[in-house]
């Protein structure tokens, strides 16, 4: 008889025991367990146990983030000096490893250390996340609804439905705000979250905007000189007004600055400047944000 296998419980064997585990600290092993003794007096034991571990995750590049997580087994009836856990010669062994939808293993770590005196060992997995999902159903709208957004300074007053136009585009965002926010763990805020929270602000900012714009469209008195005159500084146009005489047509320039602006004028002007000071701060800012995430 060169080995035999007896019953787990009739060895002496190391208390080990998942340190973070997510339920209960728990030895590894069971009743049905075999440990195999052979002739030289070396035993093999081969426990398997399904584990529950806590993970720290940290969703500041979410969706494009790694993460690491930590499998600690440590002896927690005796301390280092009296039982060395040592890593084994394959290490961590992925070929029964299935895909995932959501995450891919991308690197793998075994190493042993000591924790208050207990030996320890470490099993560490480094994950990242398949971003395809959130790329196509939350960040790519997104960006087309801050697209959106920016357009509301390109609808006209008198059309009736720029007010209703920008409180839309504002309920979308906070709509996917919402969305966002239910698939990240409640931890600190990710560059994303916070990219959702400036296109938020702009969406208010617009609705801000146009309100006004209304407000003043309407109006029939005359403009403050000092906002006409900051409106003659764009007007430098000259518009040519064709007269007939005996000998042919006469041509004369009059500078536009010199005819009566009114509010609509005003407000069709501010709408201008708004649409493209808001296009470059958006531009800018998703430009800094996906950088930053890539």
């Not at 009739?10 to 997510?22: I, M, R, S």
């Not at 590894?28 to 003794?37: K, M, P, T």
């Not at 960040?139 to 390109?154: A, D, H, Q």
């Not at 996917?176 to 931890?187: A, C, Q, R, W």
Request: proline residues 3%; aromatic residues 14%.
């Amino acid at each position: 008889m060169i080995s035999i296998n007896i019953p787990q419980r009739y060895v002496w064997k190391p208390a080990l025991a998942l340190q973070n585990g997510f339920t209960k600290l728990q030895e590894l092993g069971s009743s049905v367990i075999n440990v195999n003794i052979n002739i030289s007096g070396h035993v093999i034991w081969e426990p398997y146990e399904v584990f529950e571990s806590k993970c720290n995750i940290d969703v500041t590049y979410f969706p494009f983030d790694h993460q690491t997580c930590n499998i600690s087994f440590i002896d927690w009836s005796n301390n280092a000096k009296e039982v060395q856990i040592q890593e084994g010669t394959y290490g961590i062994v992925t070929g029964e490893l299935e895909d995932d939808a959501v995450w891919t293993v991308i690197s793998t770590k075994l190493y042993h250390d000591t924790f208050d005196s207990e030996s320890r060992l470490t099993y560490s997995v480094t994950i990242k996340r398949t971003p395809g999902f959130y790329v196509l159903n939350i960040i790519v709208p997104v960006i087309l609804l801050g697209v959106l957004n920016l357009f509301t300074f390109v609808l006209p007053a008198d059309s009736g439905e720029k007010m209703g136009y920008s409180i839309t585009v504002f309920l979308s965002f906070a709509v996917f705000l919402i969305i966002v926010n239910s698939e990240l763990p409640k931890t600190t805020g990710s560059i994303f979250g916070q990219y959702m929270i400036f296109q938020l602000g702009i969406a208010l900012f617009t609705v801000c905007v146009t309100a006004i714009q209304l407000r003043f469209h309407f109006r029939t008195d005359p403009v403050p000189r000092l906002l006409s005159a900051v409106m003659a500084c764009r007007c430098k146009s000259k518009r040519k007004i064709t007269d007939g005489n005996e000998n042919g047509k006469l041509d004369r320039d009059t500078d536009e600055s010199k005819l009566e602006e009114t509010w609509k004028d005003f407000i069709s002007f501010l709408d201008f400047i708004l649409f493209w000071v808001s296009f470059l701060v958006v531009l800018s800012f998703t430009i800094v944000v996906f950088l930053k995430l890539s």
